[in-house]
């Protein structure tokens, strides 16, 4: 079980309120609760699940700080998605994509139960993804490499969507792949949680043919 203090450390880093620390408690308390039949999240990283999981997640509303709707990607148990929903309250509504019917069921409880303003969508990426133009950011985590993510978010992207997407120590090497399709606008943001790991923040996206002449 993840110590008391890192808790602690983590809700005091994010600057969460009270009722907001409350509602994350009981997401964790679900996780565990569903982990031991649903495995939905690596069972090594449950012990720190504070440090691992809903630290790496909170640090993306710093990254968009005005963005009202989020659409996350292969939610899997939640994270980011569900864990953003929860720590933004009111002021951001988090749509979450997830094909795995397991999954959504306990997506779609957790959300009732801290009152997140999260709505679960049980189906594959590609053909939603025309649904949600729009959106202030795209989110994934742990689903893909940056060049099938690029793929799927393409029309979000270019239509003024920032994309939001942590990476490990392979980034550069995703960057270069994506680099030979399109035009990449993004930075790499230093990872809280992980000394090795960065988050690709996409900001415009254009097909590699359109890059201008010298």
């Not at 929860?86 to 959300?111: H, M, Q, W, Y």
């Not at 035009?183 to 230093?190: E, F, Q």
């Amino acid at each position: 079980m993840a110590r008391l203090d890192d808790r602690d450390r983590v809700l005091a880093e994010a600057g969460v309120s009270r009722e907001t620390a409350e509602r994350l408690d009981i997401y964790v308390a679900q996780l565990r609760r569903w982990q031991s039949v649903k495995n939905l999240v690596g069972p090594a990283t449950l012990a720190e699940v504070w440090t691992r999981h809903v630290a790496d997640a909170l640090q993306l509303l710093a990254l968009a700080p005005d963005a009202r709707r989020w659409l996350d990607l292969g939610s899997g148990a939640g994270i980011p998605g569900l864990i953003l929903a929860i720590a933004g309250g009111p002021d951001i509504s988090v749509d979450l994509v997830e094909s795995n019917a397991r999954k959504c069921a306990f997506l779609t409880e957790a959300a009732r139960l801290t009152g997140a303003r999260a709505r679960v969508h049980a189906a594959r990426i590609e053909a939603v993804i025309p649904n949600f133009q729009g959106v202030d950011v795209v989110c994934a985590r742990a689903l893909a490499p940056l060049e099938q993510l690029i793929a799927w978010t393409e029309p979000l992207l270019k239509s003024g969507t920032t994309g939001l997407f942590p990476k490990g120590r392979e980034v550069e090497a995703e960057l270069t792949r994506a680099a030979a399709r399109w035009t990449v606008a993004y930075d790499l943001v230093p990872s809280r949680t992980e000394s090795m790991a960065r988050i690709v923040r996409v900001t415009d996206l254009a097909p590699a043919s359109h890059r201008s002449s010298p």
